[in-house]
């Protein structure tokens, strides 16, 4: 298993500010997984978090807007800038111990931008 | 594309028996996942299929059929604490998690 520490567990924002979320993890992980997901939705996989290079991201998502760092194997950051009541939100970083295996969760940031 | 679809909602009763199903249709398969989400929380692991058939854990087992591109979750001996949302998500040929919109799961008493 993994146990993943997310923070803040929850926060409401300003409009046109920026939040970082941290995951710290308690041993080390090849890739980690940030999600979104709205209410009564499902995950949207924001992108992936790669040790010593850039995030890979998905459709709809931009390094602009949600900017990731990874310094090392347990712990990556992703920030989500100049926010609008549009990402208001509920965001999850997961990580996958190997390919046939479960995803482990973080508790979760709930973020209301205001 | 990729699709993933079970219910939206399902009501049962309390000691009762539910199933809820999951059908895919993904570039690959390489395992399917079931989650339970409670309200403001993380999912958490309930179930991983990779082969044809039923894998039983205490009151919960799920079953998948790959040829049909389809599982189901059965929940057994229904507990309120059983009330939350069940994640279906299946890892494709590149090994990302491909998710189901979830199915609410109510339980009355």
């Known amino acids: 298993s993994a146990v993943i520490s997310q923070k803040p567990s929850r926060d409401i924002c300003q409009r046109g500010t920026s939040l970082t979320i941290q995951c710290q993890v308690d041993?080390?992980?090849?890739?980690m997984f940030w999600y979104r997901q709205q209410p009564g939705q499902s995950l949207t996989l924001i992108a992936t978090a790669n040790q010593g290079s850039e995030a890979t991201y998905e459709s709809g998502f931009v390094i602009d807007k949600f900017p990731i760092s990874r310094p090392n194997l347990t712990f990556s950051t992703l920030t989500v800038s100049n926010m609008s009541p549009e990402d208001s939100s509920i965001y999850l970083c997961s990580v996958d111990r190997a390919e046939n295996t479960e995803a482990f969760f973080g508790q979760g940031t709930r973020l209301t931008v205001v | 594309g990729q699709n993933i679809d079970q219910p939206t909602e399902m009501t049962a009763t309390e000691g009762a028996i539910v199933q809820i199903n999951c059908t895919y249709q993904?570039?690959?398969?390489?395992?399917l996942f079931w989650y339970q989400q409670h309200a403001g929380e993380a999912p958490t692991f309930l179930s991983y299929?990779?082969l044809d058939g039923l894998e039983e854990k205490g009151r919960f087992s799920s079953f998948l059929s790959r040829s049909k591109g389809y599982s189901y979750l059965l929940l057994k001996e229904l507990q309120m604490k059983d009330s939350a949302s069940y994640l279906c998500?299946?890892?494709?040929?590149?090994?990302?998690?491909?998710w189901g919109a979830g199915t609410k799961l109510i339980i009355k008493p």
């Open positions: 041993s080390q992980v090849t890739m």
């Open positions: 993904t570039s690959g398969f390489n395992g």
């Open positions: 998500a299946v890892k494709d040929s590149n090994y990302q998690l491909i």
């Open positions: 299929n990779v």
